[in-house]
T-cell receptor, first 114, second 113 residues
Framework: SQELEQSPQSLIVQEGKNLTINCTSSKTLYGLYWYKQKYGEGLIFLMMLQKGGEEKSHEKITAKLDEKKQQSSLHITASQPSHAGIYLCGADREYGGSQGNLIFGKGTKLSVKP | NAGVTQTPKFQVLKTGQSMTLQCAQDMNHEYMSWYRQDPGMGLRLIHYSVGAGITDQGEVPNGYNVSRSTTEDFPLRLLSAAPSQTSVYFC????????????FGPGTRLTVT
């Protein structure tokens, strides 16, 4: 079965610093989703990647899906306290979509020190 | 649109009690899913549905039942609660037919004593 491994598990950065979170899959990624979760709350959708080499940005967050489609990275530029939370990557279990059946990594907990 | 709503927000049960977690969406999404989130385990899929009348098991289905009589609602039933079912439960929905974002509800925090 497919597994998603996120690294690092947790991260503490000084405000203004850049950071990268990785998501590595044991199988080819057909659809890769990044979500953010604030403590005790639901998941907020950030970005979705499908094609190898694809890169998307929203405000100061950039996500990439590597050419071989087995790893994605999430990069935050000039981090702010509002970026703090848990970042989760999720993936379709099969080509063409998962029918609502995603697999998730265990998450990366990000803390930003003012 | 209210999006995906879940009730209750918090619940405490005693071992052996039964209850139903409610989930509803008003976006006319075909796909709906239930996940549980435990510390250090990420999100794990319990059950999912691709449309009214159709459900299937996910990774951790034991101890849970679901049914989907309407497009809007997807309740999760705990038949006989166990401490191992203490968790945060999330319901999600998405459009059918491809790779689309899943919309998540705010979660239900369940404690079984």
């Amino acid at each position: 079965s497919q597994e998603l491994e996120q690294s690092p598990q947790s991260l503490i950065v000084q405000e203004g610093k850049n950071l990268t979170i990785n998501c590595t899959s044991s199988k080819t990624l057909y659809g890769l989703y990044w979500y953010k979760q604030k403590y005790g709350e639901g998941l907020i959708f950030l970005m979705m990647l499908q094609k190898g080499g694809e890169e998307k940005s929203h405000e100061k967050i950039t996500a990439k899906l590597d050419e071989k489609k087995q790893q994605s990275s999430l990069h935050i530029t000039a981090s702010q306290p509002s970026h703090a939370g848990i970042y989760l990557c999720g993936a379709d279990r099969e080509y063409g979509g998962s029918q609502g059946n995603l697999i998730f990594g265990k998450g990366t907990k990000l803390s930003v020190k003012p | 649109n209210a999006g995906v709503t879940q009730t209750p927000k918090f619940q405490v049960l005693k071992t052996g009690q039964s209850m139903t977690l409610q989930c509803a969406q008003d976006m006319n999404h075909e796909y709906m899913s239930w996940y549980r989130q435990d510390p250090g385990m990420g999100l794990r899929l319990i059950h999912y549905s691709v449309g009214a009348g159709i459900t299937d098991q996910g990774e951790v289905p034991n101890g849970y039942n679901v049914s989907r009589s309407t497009t809007e609602d997807f309740p999760l039933r705990l038949l006989s609660a166990a401490p191992s079912q203490t968790s945060v439960y999330f319901c999600a929905s998405s459009i059918a037919g491809g790779t689309y974002e899943q919309y998540f509800g705010p979660g239900t925090r369940l404690t079984v004593t």
